[in-house]
């Protein structure tokens, strides 16, 4: 097992989509898988257990792990990242830690006397993504809950209260907590969790229609929802280097390949679940965003 955090600058994207992070993937190839150009929407934790991961940011960081490690990855940002097998296997997993969850996290870890020391980290960003050795218990920890974040996306847990994300101090809180505890005495990964709680608009509209992809979203129903005008949503997301329709077809393909992943839909139903009235429309559509086909996409996911 070896894992480095290395900082260097990094050749040019390429013109080339994947989707933004999610769920759990398994990829076979003997020469690896590039995706590109990928938003980061929300905070992203990565358990890597077997295979390479390089990762490559818009701010010309480089991160490069092989299993078994932990990941964390800021949110609000484009990265690169190619997957590479060894001795045929690559295994990870993905956790989207959403904007409250992470917010609960940024409350309860500065009662642990880390206030004075959190309050300044956002003052030098010098890594925006780290990469730590897997400890002893987070193997099981990730997927406790990974596994209770899937069932509360689903509503499946009922009045389970260890998969409760509404209360502060639950199973689950502490759960994460362990977890994000490998980046918490590195002085970057003080910095990661302090910008947390800050909330770009593209990340809101983002999670928006990422939250409810089927909907014929429009500029106007965004605005209106919020409270501003057409022109106002416009420019501030202008402000940001985005624009609406921009974004809406980065959720809109996230979830595309997401509910692919599962293998537990046909394209035809991805499509109508992610908004697409024509099937060949779909099809049309991811295959320019990431230069594959439905098809052939499905085709490197090994389930």
Not at 108 to 136: D, F, Q, V, W
Request: net charge positive; with cysteine.
């Amino acid at each position: 097992m070896q894992n480095s955090m290395n900082q260097r600058k990094c050749s040019d994207m390429v013109n080339c989509k994947q989707q933004s992070v999610s769920n759990s993937n398994y990829y076979q190839s003997t020469e690896g898988v590039v995706l590109n150009h990928l938003y980061v929407a929300n905070t992203t934790l990565i358990k890597l257990s077997k295979g390479e991961l390089t990762i490559n940011s818009s701010n010309n960081d480089m991160l490069k792990c092989t299993g078994e490690s932990l990941i964390l990855i800021e949110k609000n940002q484009t990265i690169n990242i190619k997957c590479s097998d060894i001795d045929n296997h690559l295994e990870f997993k993905l956790i989207d830690i959403s904007y409250e969850l992470m917010s609960k996290m940024y409350s309860l870890l500065i009662t642990g006397n880390k206030l004075e020391y959190m309050s300044g980290a956002h003052k030098s960003i010098s890594s925006r993504m780290l990469c730590s050795p897997l400890r002893p218990g987070m193997n099981e920890a990730f997927d406790n809950v990974f596994g209770c974040l899937q069932k509360s996306e689903r509503s499946e847990c009922g009045h389970c209260t260890r998969c409760d994300t509404g209360t502060e101090g639950s199973p689950l809180d502490f759960t994460l907590m362990f977890l994000l505890s490998a980046f918490t005495a590195h002085e970057d990964g003080i910095g990661i969790l302090t910008r947390t709680v800050k909330s770009s608009l593209r990340e809101k509209v983002y999670n928006m229609v990422k939250n409810a992809p089927s909907k014929s979203w429009s500029l106007d129903d965004v605005a209106a929802r919020l409270y501003m005008s057409r022109s106002t949503l416009k420019r501030k997301l202008a402000i940001e280097q985005t624009s609406f329709s921009e974004i809406y077809l980065d959720a809109r393909m996230c979830m595309a390949a997401r509910l692919l992943r599962t293998g537990d839909y046909n394209i035809t139903q991805v499509s109508v679940m992610c908004g697409y009235n024509h099937t060949s429309y779909f099809i049309t559509t991811f295959k320019k965003y990431f230069q594959m086909t439905p098809y052939t996409f499905m085709s490197l996911v090994n389930h």
